[in-house]
């Protein structure tokens, strides 16, 4: 009665190219359909891409006739215009300051994302930088001639606009933050109110404002130039944001350490300063450096009140008449600044999450 | 001095102003603070007026009744520049309204199925996903709205050279014509069905929970759905006399005539805002998918259901809870975003309110009307939004 039972086929391969293809890509005719999508998806644009972007592009032309003959991209006109681009109107031959000005911000920005300098060594690095900074833009000083700022423009001038933003916003943030949270009845609604009036609005009716509203509302006689009537509305913009991310550090301290320092008899300002808003803060590192992303992206917007920003000089990079008809080029160049940049900082912000992640979650 | 009130409360002594008691400093911290924020705003109000009255401009919203005199590229409504500055107003309102409303609901549905996507166990699918997202994040959206723009303006074709990607489609520099119905009662009996499909869905659905929760028998409410959807306005078309002809855009001289138009502005302004909204939308809908307990994906197949199923009876409805506030901020986002408007030319409220306080030089009634309206936009979705989030939050004991 009995037959021999036929044994089995062995198993498949569990491990290697094949096995991981056969596991990711084709495990059950749904993924298979995906995996055709996906590949089509990719031969359909990836290859017409680089033909554009290497094999037909232009490097070395120097006329605009001579890069359009290629029928590809024309790179040739990023190494005509890049320092338009990223220095904007800045006078040509001092264009070396916006350049240092430029990489000690960027320094500022490392440097304030290493643990090692989370002391009091920050500010003073802060301080310092935006001094350097700033005689370095303006000049007038050492030497140096002096440039209105009417003439600055470009990646610094972007640098500027985010870095001061937040820099600036920083205080502002935490009091609001600390008045939103306040026992006190008029200042917490004064508080509330700021923060919903402002996070309720674009940023750009805020840019808006301070261009045609703030000459009203000083007095006679009295004017604020262009470039900080914008960095104005910036700051004030990104202080209601910072408020609301500083809120949900301190409303994610435990209230223990609330009734710690209550008990140890510390004033209200100790009882912040020393216990609260350092674990707080310390919390809300990672939704800081994605506001600060934001406000970098959003820095872009002052090209609406006519201010020369990295975008703002692309595109007079981009009305030269020997030139015209090259903006995807010039976008896709200014793109992938940003996309450096931001990249960069989400991602390091990412690796921060996993190392700050100690202790608070309960 | 120790404070009166911790001596179990019996026989405090009278109490005396004193800096120590900290309810007279609240009071006096509050009193400052409204007095500081009330002289710097007079400080500021007294100078507008006295500008103002140097300037000759006279405040108020008298200005709106006025003749507008400039033109509008696109309108809902009929409008001419003869019309007044109210009615130009109306106009950009509707139109950012417009954007809104189109944009959050492709960006939702772009954005859950990349979101969905991220998270899938196919290798390809979710690293193309990750590219997306990536990179939509990190570009600025005004740059990707200059780029948009200068795709349809700059790399179409001229009208004489239109691509035809499909039959009747027309894609070239002025834009993007589609055919459109000609104007018939079976389609307005069909957008009747539509409406009515919905009353009916609703319906259903309760009638389902209730033969569920009773019988536990389950009701196919999805595939329901999407047959009264597509069924009720099929229906209303063909009792309408299913009329056939379709305006199509027909080249004629330079330009063409007939169907509909989507203008450079329009489609650029959607596409960029769209497809930046799915990117941080994917973001929300992959990180409330994760935040589902795993345990619930392993109990899910121990009874057998299959992974499709859930998704979509266990994790997704857990998830949504995670998911609404985000998703909220993601909708303010958008409709925020669409100010950006003013960038590529669509003549959206802050672009019109912007022409005419240049016009008029009524800045501050021209930004109090901008601000207006965003915030009560703001607070409609947010309305809105709490509603449903309580609608599905978790009834706890």
């Known amino acids: 009665m009995t037959t021999a039972t036929e044994s089995l086929p062995p198993p498949t391969a569990t491990s290697g190219p094949i096995a991981w293809m056969r596991e990711r890509l084709f495990s059950s005719p749904l993924n298979i359909i995906l995996t055709v999508l996906a590949v089509w998806l990719v031969l359909m644009s990836l290859p017409p891409f680089i033909e554009w972007a290497l094999i037909k592009a232009n490097f070395t032309a120097n006329t605009s006739q001579e890069c359009r003959a290629g029928g590809g ?75 209105e700022d009417t003439q600055w423009g470009g990646l610094p001038l972007t640098l500027i606009l985010s870095t001061f933003g937040i820099a600036l916003a920083f205080p502002f943030g935490v009091l609001l933050a600390l008045g939103r949270r306040s026992r006190m009845p008029a200042i917490k609604t004064l508080c509330v109110l700021y923060i919903e009036l402002i996070r309720g609005v674009p940023l750009i009716s805020m840019l808006f404002m301070s261009s045609v509203m703030l000459p009203l509302f000083l007095p006679e006689g009295f004017s604020i130039d262009k470039l900080l009537r914008a960095q104005i509305a910036i700051i004030m913009f990104a202080a209601a944001y910072l408020a609301e991310v500083v809120r949900g550090g301190l409303q994610a301290i435990p209230k223990g350490q609330y009734e710690g320092a209550d008990s140890l008899g510390l004033s209200y300002a100790q009882k912040m300063g020393f216990v609260v808003l350092p674990q707080a803060l310390k919390i809300v590192i990672p939704p800081l450096c994605s506001l600060f992303i934001a406000v970098f992206k959003d820095t872009s917007l002052v090209v609406i009140i006519g201010i020369y920003d990295l975008m703002q000089s692309t595109k007079v990079a981009l009305t030269d008449s020997a030139w015209r008809g090259f903006s995807i080029e010039a976008y896709v160049f200014v793109s992938a600044i940003y996309f450096i940049f931001c990249y960069g900082m989400s991602k390091y912000s990412q690796n921060l999450e996993v190392r700050l992640a100690t202790g608070h979650k309960r | ?129 990750m590219i997306y997202v990536e990179v939509i994040r990190n570009v600025p959206l005004l740059l990707q709205l200059f780029f948009w723009y200068a795709i349809i303006t700059e790399m179409l074709p001229g009208p004489r050279q239109a691509l035809n990607v499909m039959p009747g489609v027309f894609m070239s520099n002025r834009g993007i014509k589609v055919p459109a119905p000609t104007e018939h009662f079976a389609f307005d009996l069909a957008a009747i069905g539509f409406l009515l499909a919905f009353v009916l869905i609703f319906i259903m659905v309760n009638l389902a929970k209730k033969r569920q929760d009773a019988t536990g028998k389950a009701f196919p409410v999805y595939r329901g759905g999407i047959l009264l959807l ?144 965003y915030l009560s936009i703001s607070l409609s979705i947010s309305v809105f939004m709490n509603w449903y989030n309580k609608h599905i939050a978790l009834v706890e004991r």
């Open chain 2, 1 to 129: 001095m120790a404070d009166p009130r911790v001596n179990g409360g019996q026989s405090a002594p009278p109490r005396r102003l004193s800096w120590n008691d900290p309810d007279v400093r609240s009071v006096v911290y509050q009193v400052v603070a409204v007095a500081l924020v009330g002289i710097i705003g007079w400080f500021l109000v007294s100078n507008t007026l006295h500008n103002l009255s140097i300037r000759n401009i006279s405040t108020g919203f008298h200005f709106l009744g006025r003749e507008a005199g400039f033109a509008i590229g696109e309108s809902p409504i009929a409008y001419g520049p003869e019309n007044t500055y109210s009615r130009a107003i109306l106009v950009g309102i509707l139109n950012t309204i417009r954007i809104a409303v189109i944009g959050v609901i492709l960006a939702t549905i772009i954005g859950t199925v990349i979101g969905i996507a991220r998270l899938s166990k196919n290798w390809l699918v979710a690293k193309l996903s």
């Open chain 1, 73 to 147: 991209a024309c790179w040739a006109f990023i190494g005509q215009k890049y320092r338009l681009m990223l220095f904007g109107l800045y006078p040509y031959d001092e264009q070396w300051r916006p350049l240092i000005a430029a990489i000690i911000m960027i320094g500022m920005i490392i440097a304030s994302g290493m643990q090692r300098f989370w002391n009091m060594s920050l500010p003073i690095i802060w301080v310092g930088g935006l001094i350097a900074v700033a005689v370095l833009m303006w000049g007038g000083i050492f030497g140096l001639r002096y440039v």
């Open chain 2, 230 to 373: 597509v069924g009720m306005p099929l229906l209303g078309w063909l009792i309408g006399g299913a009329p056939w002809e379709l305006d199509v855009p027909k080249l004629q001289g330079f330009n063409f005539v007939g169907g509909a138009t989507l203008t450079p502005e329009f489609a650029a302004l959607l596409f960029g805002l769209v497809l930046y909204t799915a990117g941080f939308i994917a973001e929300v809908v992959r990180s409330g998918i994760q935040a589902v307990n795993y345990g619930q994906w392993e109990a899910a197949s121990a009874i057998g259901l299959s992974r499709s199923q859930t998704l979509r009876l266990i994790v997704l409805p857990q998830s949504l809870r995670v998911i609404i506030p985000p998703m909220t901020s993601q909708y303010l986002n958008l409709t925020k975003n669409s100010s950006l408007a003013v960038a590529i030319g669509y003549p959206d409220i802050v672009s019109i309110a912007n022409t005419t306080l240049n016009q008029t030089g009524q800045a501050i009634e021209g930004i109090m009307i901008i601000m207006a309206v």
